[in-house]
């Protein structure tokens, strides 16, 4: 099984959906969950911390279920820009545990 | 305009070559990575250093060979590389090792001939 598993999609969706990613994650003891973005051909970079209370960003909410070792990432209104892979990542057991990387969805927004 | 910078953007390289990757970073911080990034997988890290010391290997093979002199530079010295080394290298810092956000450079793309 995978450390951190996503859907690699491609979602396609139009200017204006609300699209929704998932994660999951296989060390229960994992401790800090995060999202990236990755733009083609660019490097990654931090979109958001996932609290387990979940936490909202503008159009942007992550949710996280530590009993299912679940991560979600919800995108209200999508706009042509929001087009990116989106990475679900996860910190290992320890506070210098190394970031574990999914293998990323990747979005497409259509006029 | 990226904190970590990232030579040479593309490399092509045969596979008796001898290469280098260069990373520097201008946000002061403490830790410094390597990670592999290959179509459709996830990213692999490959090596960790902090302040300046090599704190993880991640099982890679002796044909790579991380080298950090001081804490705002981190090399990856390339030798007798396979074709399915051919990847995205991407070098990342973040302040201290377990902090929350790493920052990217924009990475070397490697193809191996």
């Known amino acids: 099984r995978k450390e951190v598993e996503q859907d690699p999609g491609p979602f396609n969706v139009p200017e204006g959906a609300t699209v929704a990613f998932n994660c999951t994650y296989s060390?229960?003891?994992?401790?800090?969950f995060f999202w990236y973005r990755q733009d083609c051909r660019k490097e990654p970079k931090l979109l958001m911390s996932?609290?387990?209370s979940g936490n909202e960003d503008g159009r942007f909410t992550a949710q996280l279920n530590r009993a299912s070792q679940y991560i979600s990432l919800l995108i209200r209104d999508s706009k042509l820009s929001d087009s990116a892979t989106y990475l679900c990542v996860v910190r290992g057991s320890s506070n210098t545990g190394k970031l574990i990387f999914g293998q990323g969805t990747t979005l497409q927004v259509k006029p | 305009e990226t904190g970590v910078t990232q030579t040479p953007r593309h490399l092509v390289m045969g596979m008796t070559n001898k290469k280098s990757l260069k990373c520097e970073q201008h946000l002061g911080h403490n830790a410094m990575y390597w990670y592999k990034q290959s179509a459709k997988k996830p990213l692999e890290l490959m090596f960790v250093y902090s302040l300046e010391e090599r704190v993880e290997n991640n099982s890679v093979p002796s044909r790579f060979s991380p080298e950090c002199p001081n804490s705002s530079h981190l090399f990856l010295h390339l030798h007798t590389l396979q074709p399915e080394d051919s990847a995205l290298y991407l070098c990342a810092s973040s302040q201290e090792r377990g902090a929350t956000e790493a920052f990217f450079g924009q990475g070397t793309r490697l193809t191996v001939v």
């Open positions: 060390n229960s003891a994992s401790q800090s």
């Open positions: 996932v609290y387990s």
